[in-house]
């Protein structure tokens, strides 16, 4: 890559992460399906260790500190992410025993068998499902839980254009009980799974990206890469209205053997 190039790319990726940290959330979710997610973990006790991989700014790390008592430990590859998580950490007090760094879920830096939980909110598609499943298994204790959200199909048909969008963007993406299935294989009890309410699409997603992007366009008036990260994301919430009954993202909580 010649070094024009690279500068090129690195604007591209600063301005994709000033966009996304712009909103309090990196991906759909919301504060009441993390507490439900939660709610299927037992165990947690005041010296539980909690890692939230791909955490971003922190959206719902805070609130997985509210409902625990023990230590998170908020990971993510991006560093003006984890600054954003630590500015969250401190505004919210939970400084002695919340702590964002900056990492990679490929390469966590963890002992083995030195987590009761491991938490990933629409990020483990980074690595894959089977893959993040499998290599994050070593990390938790017997008995400890992984809980993540996963883009998948609510059907075994769909049309033709959203299959066309999920192929190019995540090819792993695949039906619950397949999904449930490499939970299975991968040595987890899958204890349960639920779709995310639409909702955590739109009110808690897609809607503050509206405003987000008025701004964004105006700052980056006539820039070619901002206006088409904004079209991007205006064409993804177009494609989720129209085609939410196929697909969405579910919460796959299991329990390692
Ligand atoms: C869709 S966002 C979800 C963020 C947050 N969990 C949420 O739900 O708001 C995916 C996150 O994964 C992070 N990420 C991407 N690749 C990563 C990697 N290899 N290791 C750690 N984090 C990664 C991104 O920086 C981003 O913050």
């Known amino acids: 890559m010649s070094t024009e190039n690279k500068s090129i790319h690195?604007?591209?990726?600063?301005?994709?992460?000033e966009y996304f940290s712009s909103i309090e959330r990196q991906g759909?979710?919301?504060?009441?399906?993390?507490?439900k997610a939660l709610g299927f973990i037992d165990h947690l006790a005041?010296?539980?260790?909690?890692?939230?991989i791909g955490c971003g700014t922190g959206g719902q790390t805070m609130v997985l500190a509210e409902h625990t008592t023990g230590h998170i430990t908020g990971i993510d590859l991006f560093p003006v992410f984890i600054d954003l998580f630590n500015q969250n950490v401190r505004r919210n007090n939970f400084q002695?025993?919340?702590?964002g760094i900056v990492g990679s879920?490929?390469?966590?830096?963890?002992?083995n068998e030195a987590l009761d939980l491991i938490w990933s909110e629409g990020a483990i598609y980074n690595i894959g499902f089977k893959r993040g499943l499998k290599e994050w298994k070593q990390f938790l204790k017997p008995g400890g839980y992984l809980a993540v959200?996963?883009?998948s199909w609510f059907t075994d048909e769909r049309p033709d254009e959203i299959t066309a969008f999920w192929r190019d963007a995540y090819p792993e993406i695949d039906t619950i009980p397949n999904k449930i299935g490499i939970m299975q294989k991968t040595g987890y009890i899958p204890v349960a799974s639920f779709i995310l309410p639409e909702n955590c699409w739109t009110e808690h997603f897609y809607d503050h990206q509206t405003e987000a992007q008025k701004k964004f366009l105006d700052k980056y008036k006539g820039n070619q890469t901002a206006e088409e990260l904004v079209a991007n994301q205006r064409h993804e919430a177009q494609l989720y209205a129209r085609y939410k009954a196929f697909y969405g993202y579910v919460f796959y909580i299991g329990k390692k053997i």
Do not use: H, Y
């Not at 690195?10 to 992460?17: M, R």
């Not at 759909?28 to 507490?35: I, L």
């Not at 005041?46 to 939230?52: E, F, H, N, R, T």
């Not at 879920?105 to 002992?111: D, I, R, T």
């Open 10 to 17: 690195e604007f591209d990726f600063n301005l994709i992460c």
């Open 28 to 35: 759909p979710g919301s504060p009441e399906v993390t507490v």
């Open 46 to 52: 005041g010296d539980s260790k909690i890692a939230d």
């Open 96 to 99: 002695k025993r919340v702590s």
């Open 105 to 111: 879920m490929e390469n966590l830096p963890f002992q």
């Open 149 to 151: 959200t996963e883009a």
